[in-house]
DNA sequence: TCAACTTATTTGTCTGACAAATAGTATAAA
DNA sequence: TTTATACTATTTGTCAGACAAATAAGTTGA
């Protein structure tokens, strides 16, 4: 009884790569990300399709049955995804009807699995300048606050992270200190709606740092504008602060204006 | 062959009200709002004593097959509801271990049911006071904003809904018109990152009515706030319709203070 | 013309089974 | 004794098939 392994039945289910034989006449249409649950691949790809703009607001999806056709799997998986992009206002599902794809401003953008699916969306520009345009209400003040409010611990975090950007020997690891650094700003602000803009506006700096390259001349100025922002906070200046953070944000831009003139 | 109505099987499920016979042994310890779906009352049952700390952050839940037990259902109605929890980020679930609750700074707390919920916590006054924060950071910046990108449609709403506030006959229908107004001034931002912030402002104003009392001089004067606001925008003056905000949210600030000196 | 009924379709729910992952325990080896 | 390995038990993950409930659309009757 060592190894039960009934193998029967259970459809002996997908095995991505080695799908030689056409098994009968379920050859699934649609492949799946190997990567983690099924549901949660089936939810990334539909969430996916939808906020790319494949099935248009107001439509109807496809019945459950047949995504499970498609994707080779069970409607019991297919509707746990759908039951997730329902959680995050993607859909409306009623009986009869089906599943329908909810107007855009309902969707839950600030979410962090649709901002990442929203993110290769085409129209990757109008997105971009609208984080970047969310960054300019929400930063400025919330550095204001962390002025205000931050704890010595949240202090030392918010150095740190600024001193690790200066010292970083790559660039990779030079962008995953901004990154901290303006999350800590925002933990700073002990403000528990603040917190969750994090992940948007993170996702807002990995959006960006793709489009840049800087120059020496450029990272220096950068880091100028950081250590401002680093004092400010420090010295509890909270006006000093938000000044501060309006001067990087319009370097930002100016930067991306350099890189790509597109925009 | 009219009705079917096999009626076998099925357990007759719920009939929460006449819950008279406790059948066999399985009677459901935990009552569910009857509105809507089995999936989502549970969701919502789960989700709400998460948030208010009913089960602490890091700790392990009960397993699905003891939520179907407790709640009257199947198992796959309790994993639908648990799916939903994890898109929004209260919970993880992993084989073996069961579904941990998400530390507080992973929730999706701008999500409107989480909100909900969580309005509903023990620490109400601290999550009202993160509220009216979190306006002060949003408001002032979106109305600049929204004088500054606003299409005619959009400032129609705006006055429209301002003029709503003043005309109401009932305070009900005036603060209908005064959410109504804030969410119109989101929208006229066109940012669609900033459109989502509606739904946690809504509920802020919406916490705020319940909390105040306002005299017919206040009322007044509250209203000569929000004309200001209006006009700013419609002149398209971003700064005075930052700083007209502002004023707006001040009053709101002296309101609750005179109205509950404990907060 | 319009109301009531019927039908077909889709999601909602239940049941029961097996697969997969893995924490904890027991066992064997060094 | 300590460490590595194997086993076991528990829990979520997935599948399959059935029936319930809701309702859009078509059909019938007044």
């Known amino acids: 009884m060592a190894t ?114 929203y993110s290769r969306s085409p129209d990757r520009a109008g997105f971009q300048k609208s984080l970047q345009q969310f960054r300019y209400v929400i930063e400025p003040e919330a550095a204001a606050l962390a002025a205000t409010f931050h704890t010595d611990e949240q202090m030392a975090e918010i150095s740190k992270s600024c001193k690790d950007m200066a010292t970083a020997p790559t660039l990779s690891e030079r962008t995953q200190a901004d990154v901290r650094f303006h999350m800590a700003i925002l933990k700073a602000t002990n403000n528990e709606l603040l917190v969750p803009l994090g992940a948007t506006i993170a996702s807002a700096l990995n959006n960006l740092f793709v489009f840049i390259t800087r120059t020496a001349h450029d990272l220096h100025y950068a880091q ?28 930002s831009d100016a930067v991306i204006k350099k890189n790509s003139p597109a925009l």
Chains 1, 2 share one sequence.
């Open 4 to 117: 039960k392994s009934k193998d029967v039945g259970q459809s002996s289910s997908a095995t991505p790569e080695t799908m030689l034989a056409p098994q009968t006449q379920t050859a699934p249409a649609l492949v799946l990300r190997a990567r983690g649950n099924i549901h949660s691949s089936i939810a990334e790809a539909i969430g996916k399709s939808i906020v790319c703009g494949e099935y248009k607001s107001g439509s109807i999806l496809p019945n459950e049955a047949k995504w499970a056709k498609d994707f080779g799997a069970s409607r019991s998986a297919v509707r746990e995804a759908i039951k997730i992009l329902m959680a995050k206002n993607l859909v409306v599902s009623r009986p009869k009807i089906g599943s329908r794809v909810e107007p855009k401003e309902h969707w839950s953008l600030l979410d962090h699995d649709v901002l990442s699916w």
């Open 224 to 251: 100028d504008l950081h250590n401002n922002i680093e004092r400010a906070i420090r010295l509890r200046r909270p006006a000093a602060a938000r000044t501060a953070v309006q001067k990087l944000l319009a370097n």
